[in-house]
């Protein structure tokens, strides 16, 4: 233990210091020690800080508390919390909060359940105040009305709200940012392209409840969408859990939403049982956002988006709020709300409309029947690929699903082209399919401008399905349909990705690389991936943006950017083939502390996930994709009703999750050694 000197020189020796010689070593009165120790008077903050200081750095701050642990006990020496119960996980994870906090500070804590009866309430507030052992209570209110609590204001009881907003003079609250949360929430919704969302809300009279509507119908007037309660809907938390599902099921029923939130952990909890017990599809037929403040959320299928109470925070700024009123007789009037993150997960697909503006289906949509089977068996059809590129995974896991489902049908592969990214084989090769008068042709262009005119004169032919995109400018009735992953979540995942990444860092730099060549895909996705980081990710800034047009000049494109920008802590790149140029350059500049970011599942990319040097990735689902172009080609040879635009939805990867994304994209076991 150290001790001043009269000169203020610190030296070893007695710990007996005194608050005569904290007030020598600062240079001001024992009084303002004194004030400043007690919060008993104004002290500027500059002074508080240098006394305080000058207390921790002495030791005298052991005695400080001692002596505050002394005059609670000896005087009052309970906290009461009052909770409507502690079933509901909020509550237990409060009570055990608060119980710490208060502990730490020498007081004993009580907890008292009113099981959310008015009545049961207003009788224990009457039993504490006549307790003289009671410092202070954190209650959860069961009324918001400010009348209700008339006598506990008179008493000068010093006493805080939780949770529950109670408005009115002689009150204090804590309570949650529920209103930005739904206002959140929803609007994430609306950016994935949802336009019917059924807001499934709690039937309580509570401020709460009010709050949390006016963030769900602000978030509509914001996108100019129609605002009114027609896709409210109140469940009674009273009644038996079947007759809640009822209602929810009804509710689906008439509005047929595409997405649906629910507020709180327990309509969570009803609307995930109607889901499955009708059997819906989470997230391809309904997109689900819910409370979640349990740890089971993200453990079921899909793992569930969630809007996550700050429990920790509510509780410390509650109990410090009580403590500064048991102190001073008041409140210091700092900020009463606490957090709700958007905790994004997986069970939101994203709405991506078809080059013209449709509305995408899935492939469980189109169906054959046994007249249309019995048609293409005897037709004895024939389809030629013809793909941009076929020396990868990707592409090969494309021709697989496509075989596998038109062989279902009897339809035969007559020829498949690889145009290796080049515009003008590919229209040589498309002058050669031409020739062999296939039945349907499905493609991948390698250039949306490049190739339109041979594919608008292929379509006079064949019948056309694209993947992926469409050529610039063809004629709507040039072709069948597209079948696309959906490139805007593809690249939202992965700058999700980043900025989850750099979440608790300050400043975070980052590099994009993306493809420069005019495809519709890549251009979306490199987009995507840019907006969101800069709409929800300010700690992330994007230092430098560079483009290639040939894959192998990513490699240089990577050098240069590093080169210039060395500062740089995390790269995106646009997919997997360039992201390994990116890393064999940062490699030969010995920078391999870069993350990289980036899209495409496939063997060697796959190596780097599980080494750390690719910390996370979006990927299409190209087996799905490939299965899905082949029905779209069998429907269109025997009937007139095919979707226009069919949207797949991709697949977020992390390292921790790699094995099972290779069985789910692969459709087999990751091998032992990439």
Not at 578 to 600: G, N, Q, S, Y
Request: charged share 25%; aromatic share 8%; hydrophobic share 40%.
């Amino acid at each position: 233990m150290y001790h001043f000197d009269k000169k203020g020189t610190k030296v070893m020796g007695s710990s007996k210091i005194t608050i005569k010689e904290i007030a020598n070593l600062a240079g001001v009165s024992i009084a303002t020690v004194s004030h400043v120790i007690n919060r008993t008077r104004y002290v500027s903050p500059e002074l508080i800080e240098k006394v305080e200081q000058i207390i921790r750095e002495t030791g005298y701050i052991e005695k400080v508390a001692e002596k505050e642990r002394k005059l609670k006990v000896g005087r009052s020496s309970v906290i009461v919390g009052i909770f409507p119960n502690i079933v509901s996980t909020v509550y237990w994870n409060m009570a055990a909060i608060m119980k710490k906090l208060v502990q730490e500070q020498g007081y004993q804590f009580m907890v008292v359940i009113t099981g959310d009866d008015f009545l049961e309430e207003q009788q224990t507030i009457a039993t504490l105040l006549s307790n003289k052992t009671i410092a202070g209570i954190l209650l959860v209110p069961v009324s918001d009305r400010a009348s209700d609590y008339k006598k506990l204001i008179a008493s000068g009881m010093p006493f805080v709200c939780m949770e529950q907003n109670v408005l009115g003079e002689g009150i204090d609250s804590v309570v949650f940012q529920d209103r930005a949360a739904l206002y959140k929430g929803t609007s994430y919704l609306i950016e994935c392209g949802h336009k019917n969302i059924l807001f499934l809300r709690e039937n309580t009279e509570n401020n709460t409840r009010e709050e949390r509507t006016k963030g769900f119908l602000e978030a509509l007037q914001k996108n100019r969408m129609n605002v009114n309660d027609a896709n409210i809907v109140d469940v009674d938390l009273r009644v038996e859990e079947e007759r809640c599902q009822e209602v929810i099921h009804k509710a689906l029923g008439r509005i047929m939403p595409t997405a649906v939130i629910a507020g709180g952990n327990w309509l969570t909890i009803q609307l995930l049982k109607v889901i499955k017990n009708r059997g819906i599809n989470c997230p391809e037929e309904l997109s689900v956002i819910g409370f979640g403040d349990e740890v089971w959320t993200e453990l079921v299928e899909p793992p569930l988006t969630v809007l996550e109470r700050d429990v920790e925070e509510l509780s410390r700024l509650a109990f410090d709020m009580l403590s500064e009123k048991i102190r001073t007789g008041k409140a210091n009037g700092k900020n009463c709300y606490a957090t709700i993150e958007l905790n994004i997960r997986k069970s939101i697909k994203m709405l991506d409309n078809g080059p013209y503006g449709e509305e995408p289906v899935s492939l469980d949509e189109i169906s054959l029947t046994r007249e249309e089977k019995r048609l293409l068996r005897k037709g004895n059809y024939r389809v030629a690929i013809s793909f941009h590129y076929t020396g990868t995974a990707w592409a090969l896991l494309h021709e697989e699903g496509i075989r596998d489902e038109l062989e279902k049908y009897g339809i035969a592969v007559i020829s498949v082209m690889d145009a290796h990214f080049d515009p003008a084989l590919q229209n040589m090769q498309l002058d050669s399919i031409c020739v062999q008068k296939p039945d349907a042709v499905i493609a991948i262009p390698t250039d949306d401008k490049k190739t339109r005119e041979k594919f608008q004169e292929l379509s006079k032919v064949s019948k056309l399905v694209f993947i992926s995109n469409v050529p610039e400018n063809i004629e709507k009735n040039s072709y069948v349909s597209c079948v696309s992953v959906n490139e805007w979540e593809n690249g939202t995942n992965v700058g999700r990705l980043i900025g989850e990444y750099f979440r608790k860092n300050k400043n975070a730099k980052v590099g994009f690389i993306n493809h420069g060549a005019i495809f519709y895909g890549t251009r979306v996705r490199d987009g995507a991936a840019e907006k969101i980081l800069l709409d929800n990710y300010p700690n992330v800034e994007i230092v430098s943006i560079r483009s290639f047009g040939e894959i192998e000049n990513a490699y240089q494109a990577c050098k240069e950017m590093i080169t210039s920008h060395p500062e740089i802590e995390a790269l995106y790149v646009s997919w997997d083939r360039p992201a390994l140029l990116a890393i064999k350059a940062l490699k030969e500049l010995r920078r391999e502390d870069v993350a990289i970011f980036t899209t495409d599942l496939d063997q060697e990319i796959a190596g780097y996930i599980e080494k750390g040097v690719v910390k996370g990735m979006s990927t299409q689902r190209p087996y799905e994709q490939g299965r899905m172009a082949a029905r779209v080609v069998a429907k269109s040879l025997v009937a007139e009703n095919v979707p226009k635009y069919v949207g797949v939805q991709p697949y977020m990867i992390e390292p921790k999750e790699l094995e099972r994304a290779w069985k789910e994209i692969f459709h087999q076991a990751k091998p032992e050694r990439l």
